[in-house]
Every structure is written in C-alpha cells, then in structure tokens.
C-alpha cells in the first residue's frame, strides 16, 4: 500500500483506464493474438515469471505462449481482484486451461503490470496449478 505522499500525482491519470488495458492485454492472450498483445506493450517490455524461466522480453515471452498453442484448445482469464494505482496494475486470477484431450487445469495466480505511459512495460506472474479438474 502507498501512502499519500509515495503517490506520484502527475501520473494517476484515471482516464488512462490501465485497469482495463490490464484485463485487455488477458482478452487478447485468451484469443492467441500475440501480435495485438505486443502493441500494447513497450519496446523494451520485460516479463518475469516464477517459473524458474527469470527475466525475458516480452518477445521471448509471446514466442514462448506461442508454442503452447497447439497444445490448448481453449484459455480463459477469470480476475477474481483489481487494485490499480498510478502507473500499475495488480490482479489476482485463475486461469482455466482446456487441452485438445479434454482435460482442464487451472492456474491460480497474481499478476503485476507496470505501464510507461498507456504501455505495458513490465508484467510479472506469481502463479500455481490448482490441478486437473
């Protein structure tokens, strides 16, 4: 939590509406359109993960999402909780796999994004699989 005076007031533009480019960036992931993902994101985006992967670009990120393609019929981002505040975005979601054999998994996870301007510059994932359902 900030306080008051940790709050940089030049940046808290509520019309910038970053909590809504956050679940966008989610909805665009869900539909395989990595090309639109990398719009809205900085040059020099950077992604971590606590996979054990460490820091990547964006675009090694995108191309790694990429690959897992033909390996998951369907993706959904349901966000259980939104805080925003100034330049960033934290969520906490789940996140509902289907792979072409029928079985379903769900990731549970907490999501940050930074943004520069009305571009993501920086995402992290926390996340964990809850199993097969």
């Not at 395989?32 to 990120?61: P, Y």
């Not at 925003?84 to 998994?105: A, C, F, I, Y």
Request: hydrophobic letters at 35%; charged letters at 30%.
């Amino acid at each position: 939590m900030y306080s008051l005076d940790e709050i940089n007031w030049r940046t808290l533009d509520m019309n910038r509406e970053i909590d809504k480019k956050a679940i966008r960036c989610l909805r665009l992931l869900e539909s395989f359109d990595f090309s639109a993902v990398r719009t809205m994101c900085t040059q020099d985006a950077t992604v971590w993960h606590n996979d054990g992967t460490g820091e990547q670009t964006l675009d090694e990120k995108l191309k790694q999402l990429e690959s897992l393609v033909p390996k998951v019929t369907s993706m959904r981002y349901d966000i259980t909780r939104q805080f925003w505040n100034g330049d960033e975005v934290l969520q906490q979601q789940v996140l509902h796999l289907l792979t072409p054999d029928g079985s379903r998994s769900e990731i549970h996870a907490a999501m940050y994004f930074r943004f520069r301007g009305d571009l993501i510059d920086r995402i992290e994932e926390y996340a964990y699989e809850a199993g097969g359902a």
